[in-house]
């Protein structure tokens, strides 16, 4: 008989990293978008909306996906004794783990045909929800299927409902780009404006770079100076992925090209960023050079410290003299802010934002805000990367905003400071509940039963020296934020986990 025995902690954390390097690369060789972009990118339309082979009513969803409309009815047929009402009421219970039903699978896969005959013939509701709050609607916008989106909307479909994170079909259409379905969308009244965790339609089809789409929602009233969580506007969004022609449509529609948001000007964000050109064009919407960011510095002394020359050419002439360099002159600003005493005085300003980040997102994460509280741990992180409460806090913020890869990614660093902190340990479960992640084949189940467990269960069990670290750990994120289900179930998980363990 195979023993349950644990295999090095090691080995656990090598596989974690594995598998979270190759998720992480792909997302960001897919997307472009930088850190912070990926905390406002949370609508997953790169989910799999395909049924789940697992499913034991997969042939009938398949049916629906895929188009076949003869097999469908053939098989929905078996569900009832050929009476168009029964079989009314038992096709529309039949769902699958996500609570996704034969209409959202039709919608998902644009198949019109089957979609005619639900809503027609068995007259199953337009606007049922999912597990996630997600309609037929929905699914046919995420997929694209402008064909479908059309129909459904003709059949009632509510343009405007939220999903259970209050995102629209608008958001995913501007996420995907797709002009025609956002116009489509936009002419019959939904909110150009509707705010979201991850932004306004408008932030994310600037922050995606989609210039169609961008131009789109302008043309329709989409306020191009709207904040998201008090922090980032659609102008900082391009500048931050080099989205220079959506930057453009933003300056012609007016967007604000000086508030300070995140710490930074549009300006000082795109001399780290940008190009000569950009640069003289944020000057030439009204872009001030005198403003500071938060750390005291111009986009004139920011350009110096990176060596920017042909930057400096531009920002230096419109600059106002500023009394802490006595030769004001391209080559006395580049000796003095290069000094030795300058770097220091850097130095010792990188320190007091440190200090007022992890302040500021310790108050930010009690008050529930967890968007501005993982900006501010992730700037107190730019200075002092090795600060495992940080990690953690930044993980714990991931996860109550359902970032289930960047939590994981940030409870493994902060394993890698502290590795015996039992909370370290907490937030990995936590993270792997919120991704569902199954064991790993080099992870140990019993093979007389061949039980596999939870993945999050393993880290539990293996990772703790004792199952009551785990659980109070767990319990302490919970007092956090008691309405956490996720937490809940990481909290529950560690306590099952051990009798499950003990008894085998």
């Not at 150009?192 to 995606?208: E, K, M, N």
């Not at 006395?332 to 990188?350: C, I, P, T």
Request: hydrophobic residues 40%; neutral net charge; glycine residues 6%.
């Amino acid at each position: 008989k195979q023993e349950n025995i644990p295999i090095p902690i090691s080995i656990l954390i090598s596989d974690l990293e594995r598998h979270l390097k190759k998720t992480l690369k792909m997302e960001s060789s897919a997307s472009k978008i930088s850190k912070f972009q990926q905390i406002l990118d949370e609508l997953k339309t790169d989910m799999d909306y395909s049924p789940n082979s697992s499913s034991p009513h997969f042939e009938l969803f398949n049916a629906a996906y895929t188009g076949d409309f003869d097999r469908f009815k053939r098989l929905a047929l078996n569900h009832a004794d050929d009476e168009v009402i029964a079989l009314e009421k038992s096709i529309g219970k039949v769902k699958d783990d996500d609570g996704r039903g034969c209409l959202h699978f039709a919608a998902a896969g644009g198949s019109l045909e089957v979609c005619k005959y639900l809503l027609e013939t068995l007259k199953l509701g337009v606007d049922s929800k999912d597990g996630n709050g997600i309609t037929s609607l929905y699914h046919a916008t995420i997929k694209g299927h402008f064909d479908t989106v059309t129909y459904l909307l003709e059949k009632g479909a509510n343009p405007d409902v939220s999903n259970n994170r209050n995102v629209t079909p608008l958001h995913y259409a501007a996420k995907s780009g797709n002009t025609k379905i956002i116009t489509l969308l936009l002419s019959r009244g939904v909110r150009a404006d509707a705010s979201t965790r991850s932004g306004t339609p408008l932030h994310l089809a600037a922050g995606l770079g989609h210039r169609d789409a961008v131009h789109v929602l302008l043309d329709h009233g989409a306020d191009p100076n709207i904040v998201f969580h008090g922090m980032v506007t659609p102008l900082m969004s391009t500048i931050l992925v080099k989205s220079w022609e959506c930057m453009e449509l933003l300056l012609q529609a007016c967007a604000e090209p000086n508030g300070v948001f995140c710490g930074s000007t549009p300006l000082i964000l795109a001399v780290s960023n940008g190009r000569v050109e950009d640069i003289t064009r944020l000057l030439e919407a009204g872009a001030d050079p005198n403003v500071t960011n938060s750390a005291g510095l111009t986009a004139l002394e920011v350009a110096a410290i990176k060596c920017k020359d042909p930057i400096i050419g531009v920002l230096f002439p419109v600059t106002s003299p500023i009394p802490t360099y006595p030769d004001w002159s391209i080559g006395g600003l580049m000796k003095d802010v290069n000094s030795d005493a300058n770097k220091m005085q850097r130095e010792l300003a990188a320190k007091e934002k440190y200090r007022q980040s992890i302040s500021k997102g310790r108050d930010a994460l009690l008050r529930k805000r967890y968007h501005l509280a993982a900006y501010l741990f992730t700037e107190a992180l730019a200075v002092v990367p090795t600060d495992a409460d940080a990690l953690s806090n930044l993980s714990l913020c991931y996860a109550h905003l359902d970032g289930g890869i960047h939590a994981l990614d940030n409870a493994i660093k902060c394993l890698h400071q502290r590795p015996e902190w039992p909370k370290a340990y907490c937030r990995i479960g936590v993270a792997l509940n919120i991704l569902k992640v199954r064991i790993f084949p080099s992870f140990p189940y019993s093979s007389s039963t061949q039980t596999q467990y939870p993945f999050s269960t393993f880290c539990c069990i293996f990772f703790c020296q004792r199952y009551s670290d785990a659980a109070d750990a767990f319990l302490e994120a919970s007092m956090l934020d008691p309405g956490n289900e996720n937490i809940k179930d990481a909290y529950m998980d560690s306590l099952n986990s051990s009798k499950v363990y003990n008894a085998g």
